[in-house]
């Protein structure tokens, strides 16, 4: 997708602070870090919201938890704990349509979660 | 896990306002909604934190959303939108041992998560 963000730092034309990256997933810190731990985790593959998963994706979704707890572990906050959302359309505030796992730690969080 | 409340729920043992069912799947409404729509997916599998998923998870973890937006359908908050969370640990308010997923819809929704 030429104009989707996410899209450009997968093909290397925006440069993110990447901290994790395979073949098929990447991580990198969120630029407006809402906790002292902000990563966001993202297919390579381009789906728009959770509104478009596929049956077929289920395995590509899963894996983002994988490599969130792996960042989680080598960010120092798996223990103490991390928070994992994923916001679809205008009530969660999604902002970029590319699915995004954001991953956040380093402090207590509140519950409502926003 | 005899102690587990969401392995209860799997069991039969404690009824939820079940919303779908599976043989892999369990979504009920959560007892103490933050939303108008309130839904917990789990796995019937108990798997305690984000830290403990193993590679063959993923696709496990994966079908949670995929339950997640099905029933966000259902609800009639899949275009409106919604939030999806898994806490992991203390930091995040985890408070059931056992991996579960929040749908929370209906409402706009702040940032940041909590």
Redesign the interface.
């Known amino acids: 997708m030429a104009d989707c963000l996410f899209c450009k730092m997968v093909k290397g034309e925006i440069k993110p602070d990447i901290v994790y990256e395979d073949e098929e997933i990447l991580a990198f810190r969120d630029i407006s870090p ?2 002292p731990v902000h990563i966001l985790v993202i297919p390579k593959q381009h789906i728009p919201t ?2 478009d ?1 596929e ?1 077929d ?7 983002l ?2 490599v ?2 792996k960042v ?2 080598k960010e120092g ?18 902002e970029v349509f590319h699915i995004h796992l ?1 991953m ?11």
């Open positions: 809402q906790a959770l509104n998963l049956k994706h289920a395995e590509l979704i899963g894996k938890f994988l969130a707890s989680a572990e906050v798996a223990q103490t704990g991390y928070r994992t959302i994923i916001n679809c359309n205008r009530d969660a505030g999604q954001h956040i730690g380093g402090r207590s969080m509140k519950w409502p979660p926003g």
